[in-house]
């Protein structure tokens, strides 16, 4: 048999591996400075924004108050992020870093000390938006969210934000959170957490760093902010009534 095929198939090969090598190079941190690039090959960006407070501060805010240490600070602050801690911002703590060398945390720290602009304070966008949705439940009380929990026409569809934050929730957080957040034998029922008054930000900031010494792991690295906004969406909406045990209409269905 014959494959009249592959030498076209091998130009084919060729052609794509020249379109993709450069995309791929510029993806990898070609243009970003060294201290960046290392930073984003890392997980500092799932608890830290340049110019907003996240999980832990922003880094243009890090910039300004260590304007005037000099290499001390780098010094300092590379011991830091190995050690992690709370203390200096508040009282969530940055997780350890011990695997980073010397060498790349001293290049992730000079680039945060060069940054220059004016941090916003507050926490992420997401968390003070003044945008209320309103809903009524099954047993027909009213309630408010600040997030679309439905979209459509007919708004019996949860937005893909929820939809998503339901898969992430029953992928990672369920065997010790229990399915469709009811809660589980290892850990509280979530749904528990927000009703007593576990704002957005605390959500983030335990999911992220963690409380390891009582068995929740840490999800930096793993997941990014708007992830951890959708589990806390998907969770909020059930705590509310709104979605019910199991998998929710979607509008991709
Ligand atoms: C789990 C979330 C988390 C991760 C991951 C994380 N940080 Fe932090 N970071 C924090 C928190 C929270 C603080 C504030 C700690 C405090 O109050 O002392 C902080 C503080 C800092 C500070 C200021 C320290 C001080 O004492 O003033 C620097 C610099 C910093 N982080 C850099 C990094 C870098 C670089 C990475 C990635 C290698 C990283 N962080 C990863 C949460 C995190
Ligand atoms: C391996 C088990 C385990 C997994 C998986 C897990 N958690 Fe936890 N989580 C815990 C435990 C245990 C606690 C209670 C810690 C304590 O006693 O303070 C907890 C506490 C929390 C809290 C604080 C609740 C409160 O009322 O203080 C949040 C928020 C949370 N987890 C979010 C998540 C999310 C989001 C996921 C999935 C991405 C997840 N957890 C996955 C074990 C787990």
Redo the contacts with the bound molecule.
């Keep these: 048999m014959h494959h009249p095929l592959t030498p076209l198939r091998a130009l084919l090969v060729l052609a794509l591996g020249f379109t993709l090598s450069p995309s791929l190079h510029a993806a990898t941190g070609g243009k970003l400075p060294e201290g960046e690039a290392k930073a984003r090959a890392s997980d500092c960006f799932s608890c830290h924004a340049v110019d907003h407070k996240l999980v832990g501060p922003a880094y243009e805010a890090v910039a300004k108050r260590y304007a005037k240490g000099g290499n001390v600070v780098v010094d300092t602050l590379v011991a830091k992020i190995k050690k992690g801690g709370a203390g200096n911002w508040g009282d969530i703590p940055m997780t350890p870093h011990p695997q980073l060398s010397d060498a790349d945390l001293t290049a992730m720290v000079k680039w945060i000390l060069s940054l220059q602009g004016t941090a916003r304070a507050g926490t992420s966008s997401s968390s003070d938006s003044t945008v209320r949705h309103t809903y009524k439940t099954p047993d027909g009380h009213t309630v408010t969210t600040d997030f679309a929990v439905f979209t459509g026409p007919d708004q019996k569809h949860v937005t893909a934000t929820v939809f998503h934050g339901y898969e992430?929730?029953n992928s990672?957080?369920f065997?010790?959170?229990g399915g469709d957040a009811v809660g589980g034998e290892?850990?509280?029922d979530?749904r528990k957490?927000l009703a007593s008054g576990?704002t957005w930000s605390q959500?983030l900031g335990?999911?992220m760093a963690g409380?390891q010494a009582?068995?929740?792991?840490s999800?930096a690295g793993f997941?990014e902010e708007k992830d951890?906004r959708a589990?806390y969406d998907y969770v909020k909406a059930r705590q509310l009534d709104l979605v019910p045990v199991g998998r929710p209409p979607s509008a991709q269905d």
Excluded: D
């Design positions: 992430q929730y990672y957080c065997r010790c959170h290892y850990a509280p979530l957490s576990m959500f335990t999911a409380r009582k068995g929740m792991p999800w997941f951890i589990i």
